[in-house]
């Protein structure tokens, strides 16, 4: 089965809902195979977010997502990259169906909630950035 890397973002952490998303991860037929809690620093969110350096909201991305402690997770299922993506929603909650997990947790484009891999390399690159071999299980 095919893995995917999660992240409760700052926002969700803070509205006490991680055990109604892990419910929902749950309900979609996930399993949770890898999971910690961690306040990131600057240097860890910019690392993580590399792609979107120099573009416009890069800098309000870092000050949100050290704003407070994420917690971060692999969940593996079949097609998981995708049918995760599909669990979340739009990335701008404006657009997220209803039913989505950014429809019913996100604030604004910035505050979304929950991040999730969007391709299979991403996948694997994300994962090793937070998690070592003896924490994937
Ligand atoms: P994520 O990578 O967090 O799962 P995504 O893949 O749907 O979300 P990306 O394009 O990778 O979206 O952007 C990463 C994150 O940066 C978004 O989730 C959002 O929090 C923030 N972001 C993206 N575009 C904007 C924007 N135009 N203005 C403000 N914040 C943005
Ligand atoms: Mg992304």
Same mark, same amino acid.
């Not at 306040?39 to 993580?48: K, P, V």
């Not at 990259?81 to 604030?107: E, F, I, K, W």
């Given at each position: 089965?095919e893995?995917?890397? @999660?992240?409760? /973002?700052?926002?969700a952490v803070? /509205?006490n809902v991680?055990? @109604?998303?892990?419910a929902?991860f749950? #309900? &979609?037929?996930?399993t949770?195979? %890898?999971?910690?809690?961690?306040h990131? $620093?600057r240097e860890?969110a910019?690392?993580?977010y590399a +792609? =979107?350096d120099?573009k416009?909201f890069f #800098?309000?991305?870092?000050?949100?997502? $050290?704003s407070?402690p994420v917690?971060?997770?692999?969940?593996?299922? +079949?097609? &998981?990259?995708?049918?995760? !993506?599909?669990l979340?929603?739009?990335t701008?909650?404006a657009?997220?169906?209803?039913g $989505?997990? !950014?429809a019913?947790y996100?604030?604004?484009?910035t +505050?979304n909630?929950? =991040?999730g891999?969007?391709?299979?390399? @991403?996948?694997?690159r994300e994962?090793?950035?937070?998690f070592?071999e %003896? +924490?994937? =299980?």
């Amino acid at each position: 089965a095919e893995r995917t890397l @999660s992240i409760l /973002k700052p926002n969700a952490v803070a /509205k006490n809902v991680i055990g @109604s998303i892990y419910a929902r991860f749950e #309900n &979609a037929g996930f399993t949770i195979v %890898g999971a910690k809690m961690l306040h990131l $620093t600057r240097e860890q969110a910019a690392g993580f977010y590399a +792609e =979107h350096d120099g573009k416009p909201f890069f #800098n309000g991305l870092l000050d949100f997502m $050290t704003s407070g402690p994420v917690v971060v997770q692999v969940l593996e299922g +079949e097609n &998981a990259v995708q049918r995760y !993506r599909d669990l979340m929603g739009a990335t701008n909650p404006a657009n997220a169906l209803a039913g $989505t997990l !950014r429809a019913d947790y996100a604030d604004s484009l910035t +505050e979304n909630a929950v =991040h999730g891999s969007d391709s299979a390399a @991403s996948a694997a690159r994300e994962i090793a950035y937070f998690f070592s071999e %003896g +924490e994937v =299980h």
